[in-house]
Protein backbone atom coordinates (compact mmCIF):
# COMPACT_ATOMS: atom_id res chain seq x y z
CA UNK A 1 0.00 0.00 0.00
CA UNK A 2 1.35 2.90 -0.80
CA UNK A 3 2.25 5.99 1.84
CA UNK A 4 0.97 9.33 2.35
CA UNK A 5 4.20 11.34 2.41
CA UNK A 6 3.08 14.03 5.05
CA UNK A 7 1.63 11.60 7.43
CA UNK A 8 5.09 8.58 7.72
CA UNK A 9 6.75 8.53 10.48
CA UNK A 10 10.55 7.52 9.79
CA UNK A 11 11.65 4.30 11.78
CA UNK A 12 15.28 3.46 12.38
CA UNK A 13 15.82 -0.31 12.98
CA UNK A 14 18.73 -0.88 15.80
CA UNK A 15 20.03 -4.98 15.40
CA UNK A 16 22.57 -7.29 17.18
CA UNK A 17 22.53 -9.95 19.55
CA UNK A 18 22.04 -9.52 23.47
CA UNK A 19 25.51 -6.90 24.75
CA UNK A 20 26.19 -6.32 21.18
CA UNK A 21 26.08 -2.49 22.11
CA UNK A 22 23.05 -1.73 20.86
CA UNK A 23 21.92 0.56 23.74
CA UNK A 24 25.04 2.48 23.96
CA UNK A 25 25.04 3.61 19.82
CA UNK A 26 21.68 4.20 20.54
CA UNK A 27 21.85 6.44 23.19
CA UNK A 28 24.63 7.73 21.51
CA UNK A 29 22.47 8.48 18.74
CA UNK A 30 19.96 10.16 20.35
CA UNK A 31 22.61 12.11 22.31
CA UNK A 32 23.59 14.19 19.29
CA UNK A 33 21.99 17.13 18.02
CA UNK A 34 22.58 16.02 14.64
CA UNK A 35 20.31 12.95 14.77
CA UNK A 36 17.48 15.19 16.08
CA UNK A 37 16.34 18.39 17.54
CA UNK A 38 13.40 17.82 19.97
CA UNK A 39 11.07 15.32 17.57
CA UNK A 40 8.47 13.44 19.63
CA UNK A 41 10.34 9.80 19.65
CA UNK A 42 8.83 6.86 20.47
CA UNK A 43 11.93 4.13 21.55
CA UNK A 44 10.98 0.38 21.69
CA UNK A 45 13.08 -1.40 23.55
CA UNK A 46 12.84 -5.80 22.59
CA UNK A 47 15.58 -6.56 24.50
CA UNK A 48 17.01 -5.32 27.94
CA UNK A 49 20.62 -5.64 28.83
CA UNK A 50 22.73 -4.54 31.62
CA UNK A 51 23.34 -0.99 29.60
CA UNK A 52 20.50 1.23 30.52
CA UNK A 53 19.28 3.81 28.55
CA UNK A 54 19.84 7.83 30.23
CA UNK A 55 16.42 9.73 28.78
CA UNK A 56 17.02 12.24 31.61
CA UNK A 57 17.56 14.82 29.48
CA UNK A 58 15.00 13.88 26.70
CA UNK A 59 11.55 14.05 27.85
CA UNK A 60 10.51 14.40 24.21
CA UNK A 61 11.52 10.47 24.38
CA UNK A 62 8.69 7.70 25.22
CA UNK A 63 10.06 4.69 26.02
CA UNK A 64 8.04 1.21 25.67
CA UNK A 65 9.27 -2.00 26.67
CA UNK A 66 8.22 -5.07 24.44
CA UNK A 67 9.15 -7.80 26.93
CA UNK A 68 7.83 -10.92 24.10
CA UNK A 69 7.05 -11.29 20.61
CA UNK A 70 3.55 -11.73 20.39
CA UNK A 71 3.80 -7.92 21.74
CA UNK A 72 4.73 -7.34 18.40
CA UNK A 73 1.07 -6.87 16.56
CA UNK A 74 -0.72 -3.86 14.77
CA UNK A 75 -3.02 -3.60 17.04
CA UNK A 76 -0.44 -2.30 20.21
CA UNK A 77 1.81 -0.27 18.04
CA UNK A 78 -1.18 1.45 16.11
CA UNK A 79 -2.30 2.37 20.14
CA UNK A 80 1.05 3.38 20.76
CA UNK A 81 1.34 5.64 17.54
CA UNK A 82 -1.85 6.77 18.41
CA UNK A 83 -0.77 8.01 22.09
CA UNK A 84 2.55 8.64 21.49
CA UNK A 85 2.53 11.11 18.34
CA UNK A 86 6.10 10.40 17.61
CA UNK A 87 7.75 11.94 14.54
CA UNK A 88 10.37 9.35 14.74
CA UNK A 89 10.42 5.66 15.95
CA UNK A 90 13.32 3.97 17.29
CA UNK A 91 13.48 0.19 17.50
CA UNK A 92 16.16 -1.68 19.83
CA UNK A 93 14.85 -5.27 18.45
CA UNK A 94 15.48 -8.28 20.04
CA UNK A 95 18.30 -10.61 18.31
CA UNK A 96 16.63 -13.93 18.44
CA UNK A 97 13.11 -12.43 17.06
CA UNK A 98 13.28 -12.75 13.29
CA UNK A 99 11.70 -9.50 11.60
CA UNK A 100 9.21 -11.20 9.39
CA UNK A 101 6.60 -10.66 11.98
CA UNK A 102 7.69 -6.71 12.59
CA UNK A 103 7.18 -6.46 8.58
CA UNK A 104 4.02 -7.88 8.66
CA UNK A 105 2.78 -5.93 11.52
CA UNK A 106 3.37 -2.84 11.36
CA UNK A 107 1.23 0.28 10.76
CA UNK A 108 0.58 1.57 7.98
CA UNK A 109 2.76 5.46 8.20
CA UNK A 110 5.70 3.45 9.69
CA UNK A 111 8.21 3.61 6.94
CA UNK A 112 11.95 1.89 7.46
CA UNK A 113 14.24 4.86 7.22
CA UNK A 114 17.28 2.99 8.54
CA UNK A 115 18.31 -0.45 9.37
CA UNK A 116 21.38 -0.78 11.47
CA UNK A 117 22.97 -4.16 12.85
CA UNK A 118 25.60 -3.76 15.82
CA UNK A 119 27.52 -6.42 16.40
CA UNK A 120 30.06 -7.48 18.78
CA UNK A 121 33.48 -8.44 16.68
CA UNK A 122 34.46 -10.90 19.77
CA UNK A 123 31.87 -13.01 18.71
CA UNK A 124 31.02 -12.49 15.33
CA UNK A 125 32.80 -15.76 13.79
CA UNK A 126 31.36 -18.03 16.27
CA UNK A 127 27.54 -16.67 16.02
CA UNK A 128 28.17 -17.05 12.19
CA UNK A 129 29.41 -20.39 12.59
CA UNK A 130 26.51 -21.64 14.71
CA UNK A 131 23.46 -19.31 14.11
CA UNK A 132 23.98 -18.67 10.58
CA UNK A 133 20.58 -18.39 9.81
CA UNK A 134 20.42 -15.13 12.60
CA UNK A 135 23.17 -13.05 11.47
CA UNK A 136 21.94 -13.51 7.75
CA UNK A 137 18.01 -12.14 8.93
CA UNK A 138 19.63 -8.89 10.00
CA UNK A 139 22.91 -8.57 7.98
CA UNK A 140 20.78 -8.93 4.63
CA UNK A 141 18.71 -6.65 5.62
CA UNK A 142 21.51 -3.68 7.16
CA UNK A 143 21.80 -0.74 5.42
CA UNK A 144 24.67 0.15 7.98
CA UNK A 145 26.55 -2.68 9.75
CA UNK A 146 28.74 -1.60 12.77
CA UNK A 147 31.45 -4.22 14.25
CA UNK A 148 32.10 -3.04 17.66
CA UNK A 149 34.94 -3.33 20.35
CA UNK A 150 37.13 -4.45 16.77
CA UNK A 151 40.80 -5.88 17.27
CA UNK A 152 43.75 -5.24 15.12
CA UNK A 153 44.65 -9.19 15.41
CA UNK A 154 41.13 -9.96 13.49
CA UNK A 155 41.30 -10.33 10.04
CA UNK A 156 38.93 -6.94 8.44
CA UNK A 157 38.95 -8.92 4.75
CA UNK A 158 37.69 -11.81 6.48
CA UNK A 159 34.75 -9.90 8.03
CA UNK A 160 34.29 -8.10 4.77
CA UNK A 161 33.97 -11.12 3.16
CA UNK A 162 31.23 -12.29 5.26
CA UNK A 163 29.01 -9.57 5.30
CA UNK A 164 29.61 -9.09 1.36
CA UNK A 165 28.41 -12.72 1.19
CA UNK A 166 24.84 -11.07 2.42
CA UNK A 167 24.70 -7.94 1.69
CA UNK A 168 26.64 -6.03 -1.00
CA UNK A 169 25.04 -2.54 -0.63
CA UNK A 170 25.36 -1.88 3.41
CA UNK A 171 28.11 0.28 4.77
CA UNK A 172 30.57 -1.34 7.37
CA UNK A 173 32.22 0.34 10.06
CA UNK A 174 35.05 -1.09 12.58
CA UNK A 175 35.73 0.83 15.97
CA UNK A 176 38.34 -0.77 17.26
CA UNK A 177 38.93 -1.08 21.08
CA UNK A 178 41.13 2.24 21.34
CA UNK A 179 37.88 4.19 20.49
CA UNK A 180 38.55 4.88 16.98
CA UNK A 181 36.60 4.56 13.62
CA UNK A 182 37.43 2.81 10.58
CA UNK A 183 35.10 2.71 7.32
CA UNK A 184 35.52 -0.75 5.13
CA UNK A 185 36.30 0.75 1.77
CA UNK A 186 37.17 -2.72 0.21
CA UNK A 187 35.80 -3.04 -3.35
CA UNK A 188 33.80 -5.73 -4.48
CA UNK A 189 34.34 -5.77 -8.17
CA UNK A 190 31.43 -7.83 -10.11
CA UNK A 191 32.33 -10.89 -12.00
CA UNK A 192 30.18 -9.69 -15.43
CA UNK A 193 29.88 -6.45 -17.15
CA UNK A 194 27.08 -4.36 -15.12
CA UNK A 195 27.71 -1.36 -17.36
CA UNK A 196 26.18 -3.79 -20.22
CA UNK A 197 23.07 -3.27 -21.46
CA UNK A 198 22.68 -7.15 -21.82
CA UNK A 199 25.13 -9.13 -19.91
CA UNK A 200 25.42 -13.20 -19.00
CA UNK A 201 25.69 -14.41 -15.67
CA UNK A 202 27.51 -17.88 -15.47
CA UNK A 203 26.41 -20.86 -13.35
CA UNK A 204 28.91 -19.72 -10.81
CA UNK A 205 27.97 -16.15 -10.30
CA UNK A 206 24.65 -16.84 -9.60
CA UNK A 207 24.13 -16.31 -5.90
CA UNK A 208 26.56 -12.94 -6.74
CA UNK A 209 24.08 -11.86 -8.96
CA UNK A 210 21.02 -12.83 -6.96
CA UNK A 211 22.49 -10.97 -3.76
CA UNK A 212 23.48 -7.67 -5.96
CA UNK A 213 20.45 -7.22 -8.30
CA UNK A 214 18.31 -7.80 -5.17
CA UNK A 215 20.25 -5.01 -2.72
CA UNK A 216 20.43 -2.63 -5.90
CA UNK A 217 17.54 -2.77 -8.44
CA UNK A 218 17.82 0.32 -9.88
CA UNK A 219 20.91 0.12 -11.47
CA UNK A 220 19.87 -3.53 -12.82
CA UNK A 221 16.25 -1.62 -14.33
CA UNK A 222 15.70 -2.32 -17.93
CA UNK A 223 18.83 -4.53 -18.28
CA UNK A 224 18.66 -7.65 -20.47
CA UNK A 225 20.26 -11.04 -18.57
CA UNK A 226 21.02 -14.23 -20.03
CA UNK A 227 21.79 -17.28 -17.31
CA UNK A 228 20.73 -20.81 -16.60
CA UNK A 229 18.20 -21.28 -13.86
CA UNK A 230 15.16 -23.44 -12.77
CA UNK A 231 12.00 -22.53 -13.98
CA UNK A 232 9.21 -23.36 -11.37
CA UNK A 233 5.44 -23.00 -12.33
CA UNK A 234 3.37 -22.82 -8.78
CA UNK A 235 -0.50 -22.29 -8.24
CA UNK A 236 -0.34 -19.36 -5.98
CA UNK A 237 1.48 -17.34 -8.81
CA UNK A 238 -0.34 -15.26 -11.22
CA UNK A 239 -1.20 -16.11 -14.59
CA UNK A 240 1.30 -16.37 -16.83
CA UNK A 241 3.98 -16.19 -14.33
CA UNK A 242 6.34 -18.70 -13.42
CA UNK A 243 9.35 -18.62 -10.54
CA UNK A 244 12.93 -18.56 -11.97
CA UNK A 245 15.76 -19.24 -9.71
CA UNK A 246 18.13 -21.37 -8.04
CA UNK A 247 18.74 -23.22 -4.54
CA UNK A 248 21.62 -20.98 -3.13
CA UNK A 249 23.92 -21.93 0.01
CA UNK A 250 25.21 -18.96 2.00
CA UNK A 251 27.32 -20.93 4.56
CA UNK A 252 26.35 -24.65 4.78
CA UNK A 253 23.96 -27.50 3.43
CA UNK A 254 21.33 -26.44 6.59
CA UNK A 255 20.93 -22.85 5.30
CA UNK A 256 20.22 -23.82 1.52
CA UNK A 257 17.36 -21.52 0.22
CA UNK A 258 15.60 -21.65 -3.44
CA UNK A 259 16.73 -17.73 -4.33
CA UNK A 260 14.15 -16.64 -7.16
CA UNK A 261 12.15 -14.29 -8.44
CA UNK A 262 9.07 -13.71 -10.40
CA UNK A 263 9.44 -14.21 -14.39
CA UNK A 264 6.46 -13.51 -17.02
CA UNK A 265 6.00 -15.16 -20.13
CA UNK A 266 3.41 -16.60 -22.46
CA UNK A 267 5.25 -20.25 -22.92
CA UNK A 268 3.50 -23.08 -21.60
CA UNK A 269 5.84 -25.55 -19.78
CA UNK A 270 5.41 -29.03 -19.77
CA UNK A 271 6.73 -29.67 -16.57
CA UNK A 272 6.61 -28.67 -12.83
CA UNK A 273 10.13 -27.86 -13.01
CA UNK A 274 12.59 -27.93 -15.35
CA UNK A 275 16.19 -26.49 -15.83
CA UNK A 276 16.26 -23.67 -19.05
CA UNK A 277 18.50 -20.54 -20.16
CA UNK A 278 16.89 -17.54 -20.72
CA UNK A 279 16.89 -14.81 -21.77
CA UNK A 280 15.00 -12.04 -19.87
CA UNK A 281 14.37 -8.09 -19.31
CA UNK A 282 14.95 -7.37 -15.89
CA UNK A 283 12.01 -4.51 -14.09
CA UNK A 284 11.57 -3.35 -10.88
CA UNK A 285 8.46 -3.75 -8.14
CA UNK A 286 7.77 -1.18 -5.89
CA UNK A 287 6.94 -2.97 -1.98
CA UNK A 288 5.04 -1.39 0.82
CA UNK A 289 6.60 0.06 4.78
CA UNK A 290 10.33 -0.96 3.82
CA UNK A 291 10.03 0.69 0.68
CA UNK A 292 11.80 -2.12 -0.41
CA UNK A 293 12.36 -2.57 -4.70
CA UNK A 294 12.14 -6.08 -6.09
CA UNK A 295 13.33 -7.53 -9.47
CA UNK A 296 10.89 -9.19 -11.39
CA UNK A 297 11.61 -10.58 -15.37
CA UNK A 298 10.30 -10.34 -18.29
CA UNK A 299 11.07 -13.48 -20.28
CA UNK A 300 12.39 -12.66 -23.98
CA UNK A 301 13.63 -16.34 -24.96
CA UNK A 302 14.29 -19.27 -23.60
CA UNK A 303 15.35 -22.61 -24.50
CA UNK A 304 15.76 -25.96 -22.10
CA UNK A 305 19.12 -27.35 -20.68
CA UNK A 306 20.61 -29.79 -18.62
CA UNK A 307 21.07 -29.36 -14.79
CA UNK A 308 24.56 -27.51 -14.00
CA UNK A 309 27.18 -29.71 -12.78
CA UNK A 310 26.99 -27.60 -9.62
CA UNK A 311 22.87 -27.35 -9.25
CA UNK A 312 23.49 -25.41 -5.60
CA UNK A 313 24.90 -21.84 -6.02
CA UNK A 314 26.77 -20.54 -3.60
CA UNK A 315 29.19 -17.61 -3.16
CA UNK A 316 32.49 -18.65 -3.13
Known sequence: MA???????????????????KTKFIQGSIDDPKFHEGERILLLVCEEGFEE??????????????????????????KLTATVQPERILIEY???????????????????????????????????TNMRSYIADKMSLSDLIYFNRFESKYDAEEFHRLVRALNRRTLIYFEYTDGSIAYDNLEDPLPYDIESERFVVQDRDYAIWFRDVSDDPDRYDGKTVTLRALVVQDSRLPPNTVAVGRHVMTCCEADIQFCCMAAHT????????????????????????????????????MTEAEMPEKPVAAFY
Do not use: C
Open 3 to 21: HNQENIIPVYLFLGFLEAG
Open 53 to 78: YDLSGHPEITMQIIGKKDEINKEKLE
Open 94 to 128: NGMWELNQLFTDTPEEWFLFQTVTVIDSATFLMYN
Open 266 to 301: ETVFREKQQWAVIIAKIKIKQQPFRQKKTPELEILA
